[in-house]
């Protein structure tokens, strides 16, 4: 089956510092892959997404690269800003294969200070 | 409106009442889906509607029964619920595909059972 692994939180970091939030996946067919982000009582919005294999999904200065062969899609942003303190989940859906169901990290806090 | 609204956004009731929650998406979507999301735990599918038809339960307790009269409104209906139920409810909707597509989430509704 479908399963997504992200690395444990909280990760806390200064502003203006350099974040990565890891992602693997396992997945029967060839999923697209989707980054959703939670602030402090909200639903998950989507952040950025990738098709297809080295497809770069970005927004909002956060980028994350599609690696079909290591089966990753890391979460990256250059200089993190206290705004955004969130909730961040890594995601696949594989289509028809997966019946077009998300299937989810546990997710990553992420708590940035001045 | 605009995007997936979910109503009411908070909710306390008793273990004896009986309420429901309303979803409703204006993004011409159609399929549906209903999560449950608790402190601590990873985010739990509960139901998934295609063109108005349930095509997933997952194990959930008979006390929640969805209801979807269309593509575009999803309702869980409440009764007899356990504390342990307390929980966020989110809400979300997407158009199916052979790749699979992001899901939009509504801002959820926080849910507490006394």
């Known amino acids: 089956g479908n399963s997504v692994t992200q690395m444990e939180g909280p990760v806390t970091l200064s502003e203006e510092a350099f974040l990565t939030i890891n992602c693997t996946y396992t997945a029967t067919g060839y999923p697209s892959l989707f980054w959703y982000v939670q602030y402090p009582g909200e639903g998950l919005q989507l952040l950025l997404k990738?098709?297809?294999a080295d497809d770069k999904g970005s927004n909002k200065g956060f980028e994350a690269t599609y690696r079909k062969e290591t089966t990753s899609f890391h979460l990256e942003k250059g200089s993190v800003q206290v705004s955004d303190s969130a909730v961040y989940f890594c995601a696949l859906s594989d289509g028809w294969g997966g019946g077009n169901k998300l299937t989810f990290g546990t997710g990553t806090q992420l708590k940035v200070e001045l | 409106e605009t995007g997936v609204t979910q109503t009411p956004r908070h909710l306390v009731m008793g273990m004896t009442n009986k309420k429901s929650l309303k979803c409703e998406q204006h993004l011409g979507h159609n399929a549906m889906y209903w999560y449950k999301q608790s402190a601590k735990k990873p985010l739990e599918l509960m139901f998934v509607?295609?063109?108005?038809?349930?095509?997933e339960n997952n194990s959930v307790p008979s006390r929640f029964s969805p209801e979807c009269p269309n593509s575009s409104h999803l309702f869980l209906h409440l009764h007899t619920l356990q504390p342990e139920d307390s929980a966020l409810y989110l809400c979300?909707?997407?158009?199916?595909?052979?790749?699979?597509?992001?899901?939009?989430f509504g801002p959820g509704t926080r849910l507490t059972v006394l």
């Open positions: 990738a098709t297809k």
């Open positions: 979300a909707s997407s158009q199916r595909s052979e790749r699979g597509n992001e899901q939009f």
């Open positions: 509607y295609n063109f108005k038809e349930q095509t």
